[in-house]
């Protein structure tokens, strides 16, 4: 009939009926609600709330931490209730009302996932480990032999070798005298960084280069790379000039 203006009676689950005979969203009634029910009051009960909350009161949507410790998600069930889905970083679900760490499930694994269910699948392992399946963490260095640090699963990518040695592709690790005969310690970019005693590191070229003599009386180190430049006399001497004579 023109003229009326038509009536709401009964809202979505997502949105309630207010005094004024509207339909407004769950979370205006009730922070991070999502779904609810007339309270016949012009409010709501709240049903179910955000992925990271549940409804620990009609009028309440609590964090899934404040029920189960560590639990990020979680899923309503039953009143005031609810069963954890998935946990913070670094801890796993092993059950709908336990978070864990993830080390306490495999060892020196750092972060993981769940798996089938409650199941665990380590996704990270302390440095200089790798999970090599899904519930185990190996040494970098049982599969790449020197392989300081790795990263992957299954088959890892070396990132750093041990001191004297370096990684050209991921796969292997070489020794850094295969960058110069007298190279110590080098980076993965096959620079030398610490030449053998009695070298200096070219800081151009970054290869090894032998040191000069030493030509200031009395002195006992010369600069690596300048051998008219005393750094330190011996002993009962004295420094001067520039560290030209002692």
Same mark, same amino acid.
């Given at each position: 009939?023109?003229?009326?203006?038509?009536?709401?009676?009964?809202?979505?689950?997502?949105?309630?009926?207010?005094?004024?005979?509207?339909?407004?969203?769950?979370? #205006?009634?009730?922070?991070?609600? #999502?779904t609810c029910l007339q309270d016949g009051f012009g409010g709501a009960h709240c049903t179910s709330c955000a992925s990271t909350?549940?409804?620990? $009161?009609?009028?309440?949507?609590?964090?899934?931490?404040?029920?189960?410790?560590?639990?990020?998600?979680?899923?309503?069930?039953?009143?005031?209730? @609810?069963?954890?889905?998935?946990?913070?970083?670094?801890?796993? @679900?092993? $059950?709908?009302?336990?978070?864990?760490?993830? *080390?306490?499930?495999?060892?020196?694994?750092? $972060?993981? #996932?769940?798996?089938?269910?409650?199941?665990?699948?380590?996704?990270?392992? $302390?440095?200089?480990?790798?999970? *090599?399946?899904?519930?185990?963490?190996?040494?970098?260095?049982?599969t790449i032999t020197h392989c300081a640090s790795c990263s992957g699963s299954g088959t890892p990518t070396c990132l750093t070798?041990? #001191?004297?040695?370096?990684?050209?592709?991921?796969? *292997?690790?070489?020794?850094?005298?295969?960058?110069?005969?007298?190279?110590?310690?080098?980076?993965?970019?096959?620079?030398?960084?610490?030449?053998?005693?009695?070298?200096?590191?070219?800081?151009?070229?970054?290869?090894?280069?032998?040191?000069?003599?030493?030509?200031? *009386?009395?002195?006992?180190?010369?600069?690596?790379?300048?051998?008219?430049?005393?750094?330190?006399?011996?002993?009962?001497?004295?420094?001067?000039?520039?560290?030209?004579?002692?």
């Amino acid at each position: 009939m023109a003229g009326i203006t038509p009536t709401c009676n009964n809202c979505s689950d997502t949105h309630y009926l207010t005094y004024s005979s509207t339909c407004a969203l769950c979370s #205006v009634n009730v922070p991070n609600c #999502v779904t609810c029910l007339q309270d016949g009051f012009g409010g709501a009960h709240c049903t179910s709330c955000a992925s990271t909350y549940y409804a620990s $009161d009609d009028h309440l949507c609590s964090k899934c931490s404040s029920l189960v410790p560590n639990c990020d998600t979680c899923k309503q069930n039953g009143w005031r209730a @609810a069963t954890c889905l998935s946990c913070l970083p670094t801890y796993v @679900a092993t $059950d709908g009302s336990t978070c864990r760490l993830c *080390s306490s499930q495999v060892s020196r694994c750092v $972060d993981c #996932v769940q798996f089938n269910g409650y199941g665990t699948k380590c996704t990270s392992c $302390d440095t200089g480990y790798y999970p *090599s399946t899904n519930t185990n963490c190996a040494l970098c260095s049982s599969t790449i032999t020197h392989c300081a640090s790795c990263s992957g699963s299954g088959t890892p990518t070396c990132l750093t070798c041990d #001191v004297t040695f370096y990684t050209p592709t991921g796969s *292997s690790c070489l020794p850094c005298y295969h960058v110069d005969p007298n190279c110590y310690a080098c980076n993965n970019a096959q620079q030398c960084t610490t030449c053998n005693y009695g070298y200096y590191v070219n800081a151009t070229y970054h290869i090894c280069t032998l040191q000069p003599a030493c030509t200031v *009386s009395n002195c006992k180190t010369c600069l690596t790379t300048d051998g008219t430049t005393c750094t330190v006399c011996n002993d009962f001497f004295t420094l001067t000039n520039a560290g030209k004579n002692c």
